[in-house]
Each structure stands twice: as structure tokens, then as C-alpha cells.
């Protein structure tokens, strides 16, 4: 069975031949200074794993790593960064974005690890009126078929939907804070509903635009903002539900499938999960990376409705583990989660360094796990 066949198995909650085993997204850093600069695919090939590439184009997002430049996305919308530290393990960039009705700010830091958010784009209500210039970028799809075409049988193609992160209440947390995402909920439901629309409406052109048609496997959505960690499951019921219902349900009618990213707690809201129409779910955190998923309570719930990913401590286990450590714990994923099929093993999220003896451990353990 090839990795493709093996994951797409697994993708409908069938038994493939073994446990199907990747990462989630294998990062720059890593396979500059752990794997000899080669790509993605060469990394899942080198270690035996079923490669799971994820697909970005320059889109936007604050969180790609890369050259920082004054942009004009269109004539309404004009990213200009200014960098004050050019330092690549302090980097500090301001940004204004230039529209017809006003200016946004926003300002970022990053290493060579990552990038994250010091000042946030939304800082008054009504500045995410101006978000109407926000354009929606298009996705070349020949360049999407051409990569798809040079993964072949070795595994699958994962797209995902526009914006810092992929679901409606995640982004807005990414453009206004979560915390005072979590504040306006209670006091000013109404404004937050207005906000979400907006960016629901234009990821629903996203995905009419440039994920119809595109040849992706399947479709990330959701993020690490909906956990339920972060979120009352009453919360998620009526901030992000019925929105990641409406992705999902679109990417269902232009012929994709999703797999819904929850990269923190999932306890207290597996049902809702469900209810997002989604096909797969991810991460099946630990509260070692900030989870909260350690027995079978996410098994008994998911088993059969969707696809499970996830499961590997990719820091205390993965990262600072001894190889016969990862395997134990792949073993023991492999008994909870595995056993029935419609199990995908991957880590909870991004690592950045991995040993790779521990990776060939990962990968060998997995291997081992027969259906």
C-alpha cells in the first residue's frame, strides 16, 4: 500500500495496512539545521514516514517565515513594514496598511523559529469596517498540480483555508487579541458576530476562488483559538459553530474534504467538533504541549464520525525523549486511538528540534503497528 493509499484509508475511517504516521508540517528551521537543508518531502522520505506537505503561497499571513517588504496587495490595501530590528533572532517589524477610509497598524517579532504578534491590526471597534479592503488572495492552481503531481503516491496535499488562521473566531483573536475577543463575547456580542461575518464571507470566496478546483487532498481549518482551554464550550457553540459549519459545509460542496485544527483542549467540546461537519479532527493535544487529551475520552467520542490526527507530545516526548521513549509512546497512542482504524499518527503541532534518531523511532514504532 502506498502513503497515499495508506492515508486516505485512514481518511475514511477504513484499516490501511499499518498505522499511518507524519507530522504536522515540517518546519523550515527544522530541515535546515536537523536535516541537511532538504524539503519537506525528502524529510518524510529520508525518516519512513507518509508525507503530509501543507501548501502555502505568499498570502498574508503574519506567521510564515520569509523576507519582510512594503506590499501593495491592491490599491485599497497597502501593507508598508517598516523593520527596526533586522536581527533574524529579534526581528521587529511595524506595519501600516494603507486603505481609502483610514490606516491599520500592526507589529510583529519573530526568530528563525517563528513570528508572532506584538501589536495587534484591530484596535478600535469600528476598525474592522476597514477589512472590507482586505483583498481575498487567488491561489495558483497550476502550481498547486504541479506539486501535487511531484508527491505522487508518497502522501497527500494539504490546502487550507485563507487568513492568519483558518477559522472565523481564530482569526479574529489573531487581529484583535483572544483576550479581548473573550471580553467582547460577553459584553458586545453582536459587534463580534459583525466581525466574524466579515472574515466568514471572504473565506467563503477564498474557497469558491482558489480551493474549487485546486488539486488538495484535503483542507486545514479551524486553529488553536477554539480549544477548549481557551474557550467554554458554550463559547465555541455560538462563536464558532455555525461558522466552521458554513466552511465546511462549502468545502464539502466544491468536492474537499477538512480536517479541523484544535492545537490545545478538545475535552468538553468533541461533540461540537462533530457538529462543525467536519471529516477529520487534529490535534489530540496532551497537557504536555498545552492539551488536554491523555485517555480514551476523545476515541469514544470521534471513532467512526471523523478521522483522528494527532497525538504525539512533539516537545517532551518527541524533542527531549530517548528513541525507546517514542516508540513506548507511539505503542500506546497506537492502543487508544489506533486499533479500529481511522487513526492518522502525527505530532500535536510544530517541533523545531526533533533529533532525528527520533524521528527514524517515530517512524520505525508506527511501522510496527499492523492492522
Wanted: proline letters at 4%; charged letters at 25%; a negative charge.
Amino acid at each position: 500500500m502506498t502513503s497515499k493509499e495508506r492515508l486516505y484509508k485512514a481518511l475514511k475511517l477504513e484499516k490501511p495496512d499499518r498505522l499511518p504516521v507524519t507530522v504536522h508540517q515540517w518546519q523550515n528551521y527544522h530541515l535546515k539545521y536537523y536535516m541537511n537543508n532538504i524539503d519537506a518531502l525528502e524529510a518524510f522520505k529520508n525518516t519512513g514516514m507518509d508525507a503530509s506537505i501543507q501548501y502555502f503561497e505568499a498570502m498574508g499571513q503574519f506567521w510564515l517565515p520569509g523576507a519582510v517588504k512594503t506590499r501593495k496587495y491592491s490599491d485599497e490595501w497597502i501593507d508598508e513594514a517598516e523593520i527596526i530590528n533586522h536581527d533574524v533572532n529579534n526581528m521587529i517589524v511595524n506595519h501600516t496598511i494603507h486603505t481609502p477610509k483610514g490606516i491599520l497598524t500592526y507589529k510583529t517579532e519573530g526568530n528563525e523559529k517563528t513570528t508572532w504578534i506584538a501589536e495587534f491590526l484591530i484596535k478600535e471597534k469600528e476598525d474592522i469596517y476597514l477589512l472590507k479592503y482586505m483583498p481575498v488572495p487567488k491561489l495558483d492552481k497550476k502550481r498547486i498540480e504541479k506539486e501535487y503531481d511531484r508527491i505522487g503516491n508518497h502522501g497527500i496535499l494539504r490546502g487550507f483555508v485563507w487568513g492568519d488562521q483558518a477559522g472565523c473566531w481564530q482569526q479574529a483573536c489573531c487581529l484583535f487579541d483572544t483576550l479581548p475577543m473573550i471580553y467582547a463575547a460577553n459584553d458586545e456580542p453582536n459587534w463580534v458576530h459583525e466581525f466574524l461575518n466579515i472574515l466568514l464571507e471572504k473565506k467563503l470566496q477564498f474557497i469558491e476562488e482558489s480551493i474549487n478546483g485546486s488539486k488538495f487532498d484535503i483542507i486545514e481549518t479551524g486553529g488553536g483559538a477554539s480549544s477548549s482551554t481557551v474557550i467554554s464550550p458554550k463559547m465555541f457553540q455560538e462563536f464558532c459553530l455555525s461558522y466552521d459549519r458554513r466552511i465546511h459545509n462549502e468545502l464539502h460542496r466544491v468536492g474537499h474534504i477538512s480536517t479541523y485544527h484544535t492545537c490545545g483542549g478538545m475535552n468538553g467540546i468533541l461533540d461540537l467538533i462533530i457538529d462543525t461537519n467536519t471529516d477529520a479532527s487534529e490535534t489530540f493535544s496532551p497537557k504536555g504541549v498545552g492539551g488536554n487529551i491523555e485517555g480514551p475520552e476523545a476515541y469514544n467520542a470521534l471513532h467512526g464520525k471523523v478521522c483522528m490526527i494527532g497525538g504525539m507530545d512533539q516537545f517532551n516526548v518527541l524533542t527531549s525523549g530517548t528513541p525507546q521513549q517514542v516508540k513506548k509512546e507511539v505503542y500506546r497512542l497506537f492502543e487508544i486511538f489506533g486499533e479500529n482504524g481511522g487513526y492518522i499518527m502525527s505530532t500535536a503541532d510544530h517541533f523545531f528540534d526533533a533529533p532525528y534518531e527520533n524521528l527514524k523511532a517515530y517512524a520505525e514504532a508506527a511501522r510496527e503497528c499492523l492492522y
